[in-house]
């Protein structure tokens, strides 16, 4: 799951970024309005946690462009001002959900699931694939009915290819799906981790699910047959 934090409060925005990427999610960071409303037209995200005074343009305002823009990620504004006024006018301007500061960690992460469960879109909690079986609410994948031991990152790497089977999955795009923006594209980082996804996957299920695409990236397919890389192409 990818998630913008905007907030301008460096070290907030750094404790917010921690705890976040330590459960396995992937976190841009924007420091003022503008900045997050551009990373918002650049890249999808799962959620959007969006403090309300910011430099150049505050979080209603933030909220209310992307709605007229017919964005509809969930957007959780997070702030000190918890007037009922400054609420209203949150969830009128377009936020799905408010939480004040100070705040537990735990309810961030446990209002974060709530809003990815209802989506911009349809989103699926169970995800099948041949033997695989992954729980997005559980956090855990199976392997014909048993368990498989992944790191956080693993997890994601594999959500990715189940949300896109059969399709080819460029690294380019599971270095901005599965890190973050600032990776760097010439990194070996994705081969390697496909490549300790793939072998746990190999040992679990007896078979090569994740498969090479020579030039190009990977495909979670179960046939060896010839792969068309003119054809679905994962975005």
């Known amino acids: 799951m990818k998630i913008l934090c905007v907030e301008d409060d460096r ?32 890249y999808e995200y799962d959620v959007i946690l969006l403090d309300v005074v910011l430099p150049k343009k505050n979080g209603f305002q933030i909220a209310m462009e992307l709605r007229r823009e017919g964005r509809n990620t969930p957007i959780m504004m997070l702030t000190s001002r918890d007037a009922v006024e400054d609420v209203v006018r949150g969830l009128d301007s377009g936020a799905d959900d408010y ?22 879109a ?19 994948v199976l392997v014909n009915d048993r368990s498989l031991d992944l790191t956080p990152k693993e997890f994601q790497i594999v959500e990715f290819f189940l949300l896109h089977p059969e399709q080819v999955v460029r690294r380019t795009t599971l270095l901005e799906k599965v890190w973050d923006m600032h990776f760097d594209p010439e990194s070996n980082v994705v081969d390697v981790h496909v490549g300790n996804v793939r072998r746990k996957l190999l040992k679990a299920a007896g078979e090569n699910i994740i498969q090479t695409v020579r030039g190009v990236g990977f495909t979670l397919r179960r046939e060896r047959s010839e792969i068309d890389v003119t054809g679905a192409v994962a975005q």
């Open 122 to 140: 349809e989103r699926l909690e169970v995800l099948r694939y041949g033997p695989l079986t992954l729980d997005r609410l559980r956090h855990q």
């Open 99 to 120: 939480l004040a500061k100070p705040f537990r960690f735990d309810e961030l992460l446990a209002r974060i699931r709530a809003l990815s469960r209802r989506g911009g």
């Open 11 to 42: 070290k907030v925005a750094g404790f917010i970024e921690q705890g976040l990427k330590e459960e396995g999610y992937v976190v841009d960071i924007a420091t003022d309005g503008e900045e997050a409303v551009t990373l918002a037209h650049v």
